[in-house]
Structure formats: structure tokens, C-alpha cells
């Protein structure tokens, strides 16, 4: 079974801290992506990666950074967390569009608290 | 910018009846997929159904089955025979070849006994 693993389901920091959020997939899947999910907003897309060491913007990027150094992992960094990055952080993967069978897979999401 | 709209945010549906839940999207890219996923309480995602851009046919997953209208922008579900089980947030997904993946708003669906 294909796997994304979110390293944090839950998590609670102080306005300011620094915040990694961790996903792996063990597919081998060229893409991955972060989203942010807010009642009423849908998914919105932070950024996506479709290679190692590349990234681009998604809709929200503003305040957020990533970090691509290996295949399987995608993390998604807040420099300075702020009360309103309270959401839940989720992470998919996927082979590029090209390949047979696309299918997008989920982990299984990260609720981030910023007090 | 490449954009995914559901015009519903909640939806009911008797139980055994049927349900339409639409989504209309925006791409300047020729080549991509459609897909609905469904949420549950749980908010683990979970693939309804798939459609190619390149193949007119409608695809079909059972009692799930899409309206694709590639002029129009338009890739609404059908939910046949509706169970209590289908109940769930709905959203539609675009993904392109330049490896953009975007969702809509998602279509909180109630069945009711």
C-alpha cells in the first residue's frame, strides 16, 4: 500500500516559534504537495514540488516555506508562526501526470495550533 | 491561474434517491485530470472517480458517475441509489502536466434516512 506519513498529527506552539512540518511517501512519486484546510475554504494549495529541490508557489505561500532535498520528503516550514496558520496542514503525492494510473494519495493530516 | 469552483457548499439527498454536485474549473493547460474526492469525519480523503481530459467518455464508478463537459469547464458527480455512507464533504480536484494540483471548496453532502 502506498504510504504519506505526516510526521505530527497534533501539534500546539507559541506565536514566533519556528515550524517544521514533516511528510514522507515511500511511492517513489515525483510530485508533492501541501495544503492548508479551513471550514468554508476548501484545500488550499501552499506550495508543490514536482522534482527534488524544486518547488513552486501554490495559491497561499505567504508565510510559509518548503524544502525538497529528498524524493520521498516534503517539509513545510512556518519561519515565524502566527495564530492565524491555526489549521490543519495536509500533504499529498503523487507520479507526474503523464504516468498510468494517476492517482493523488493523502497523509493523513496535521492539526497545528498557534497560541 | 488554474481555478476549481463548487457553487454548493451543502447538499441533502433523501436516502436511494439522487444527488448532483457540480464543479466547474479553469485552465489554460490541455492536458489534465479530473478527479472528486470525498472527506469524511475521519478527513482522511478518498478517491471517488477519475476522468482523463483527453477521453470524452463519462467515467463510472458504480453508483458514482460524472458529467464531463470539456467546453464548458464543467465536471459535475452523480450519486445514484444514495447511502448513509456517502455522506461527506466532497471536493473537486484539477491537476495539470505542469504538476499543479488544486481543489475546490468542497460540497458538504447529508443523507437523510
Known amino acids: 500500500d502506498v504510504k504519506v506519513t505526516q510526521s505530527s498529527r497534533y501539534l500546539v506552539k507559541r506565536t514566533g516559534e519556528k515550524v517544521f512540518l514533516e511528510c514522507v511517501q515511500d511511492m517513489d512519486h515525483e510530485n508533492m504537495f501541501w495544503y492548508r484546510q479551513d471550514p468554508g475554504l476548501g484545500l488550499r494549495l501552499i506550495y508543490f514540488s514536482y522534482d527534488v529541490k524544486m518547488k513552486e508557489k501554490g495559491d497561499i505561500p505567504e508565510g510559509y516555506s518548503v524544502s525538497r532535498e529528498k524524493k520521498e520528503r516534503f517539509s513545510l516550514i512556518l519561519e515565524s508562526a502566527s495564530t492565524n496558520q491555526t489549521s490543519m496542514y495536509l500533504c499529498?503525492?503523487?507520479?507526474?501526470?503523464?504516468?498510468?494510473?494517476?492517482?493523488?494519495?493523502f497523509g493523513e493530516g496535521s492539526w497545528l495550533t498557534v497560541v | 491561474a488554474q481555478t476549481v469552483t463548487q457553487s454548493q457548499p451543502e447538499m441533502s439527498v433523501q436516502e436511494a434517491e439522487t444527488v448532483t454536485l457540480s464543479c466547474t474549473y479553469d485552465t489554460s493547460e490541455s492536458d489534465y485530470y479530473l478527479f472528486w474526492y470525498k472527506q469524511p469525519p475521519s478527513r482522511q480523503m478518498i478517491l471517488v472517480i477519475r476522468?482523463?481530459?483527453?477521453?470524452?467518455q463519462n467515467a463510472t464508478e458504480n453508483r458514482f458517475s460524472v458529467n464531463f463537459q470539456k467546453a464548458a469547464k464543467s465536471f459535475s458527480l452523480k450519486i445514484s441509489d444514495s447511502q448513509l455512507g456517502d455522506a461527506a464533504m466532497y471536493f473537486c480536484?484539477?491537476?495539470?502536466?505542469?504538476?499543479?494540483?488544486?481543489f475546490g471548496e468542497g460540497t458538504q453532502l447529508t443523507v437523510n434516512p
Open positions: 476522468q482523463e481530459a483527453y477521453k470524452q
Open positions: 480536484a484539477c491537476i495539470t502536466s505542469g504538476s499543479r494540483l488544486t
Open positions: 499529498a503525492s503523487s507520479f507526474t501526470i503523464r504516468s498510468s494510473g494517476n492517482t493523488i494519495y
